[in-house]
């Protein structure tokens, strides 16, 4: 009798026995999740000290095989790293928004930077015989 009389205060509450068998099913696939997450946390746990070593490996030899070729890493990460600090300020960050705004135009101009020291050579050119025929003709009159 005990058992009725606790199905009937549960009945009462409003909550039916299918709702409650509902919610323990779901609760038990929560738990199921719940292990099968931790399992993989589990096996991740297990490979990771392999994983770091292989790491420190690979960096160990990138950082022997740099310095080999002279490339000092504590300068050049140094100075990487105050690239950045230069790069984020914001008047930078401002200028290089600008910058990147007419990248378009940029293209062109820089094409035509490229062929000025040609373009000068040409005037300058232009200028020296110029002055030669006006030193001539300055002399022509002269003679005259």
């Known amino acids: ?8 205060s ?4 409003g909550i039916s026995s299918s709702k409650i068998c509902e919610m323990l099913t779901h609760l038990s696939q929560r738990i199921d999740s719940l292990e ?21 490996d690979a960096i160990d030899e990138f950082c022997s095989n740099t310095a080999r ?3 000092d890493i504590d300068e050049r990460l140094r100075n990487g790293l105050h690239l950045l600090v230069q ?7 401002h200028a ?12 062109p101009l ?6 000025l020291p040609d373009t000068v050579s040409v005037v300058v050119d232009s200028l020296t015989r110029y002055a030669k ?6 002399l022509i009159l002269n003679l005259l």
């Open 69 to 71: 070729r002279g490339v």
């Open 1 to 8: 009798m005990e058992n009725d009389k606790g199905k009937e």
């Open 96 to 107: 290089l928004s600008l910058l990147l705004a007419k990248i378009d135009t940029l293209g």
């Open 110 to 115: 820089l094409q035509t930077l490229e062929s």
């Open 87 to 93: 790069l984020t300020e914001p008047k930078t960050m």
């Open 133 to 138: 025929n006006a030193g001539r003709i300055r």
């Open 36 to 56: 099968t997450c931790a399992s993989n946390i589990e096996a991740i746990a297990v490979k990771l000290p392999g994983v770091m070593s292989a790491t420190t």
């Open 10 to 13: 549960v009945l009462e509450e």
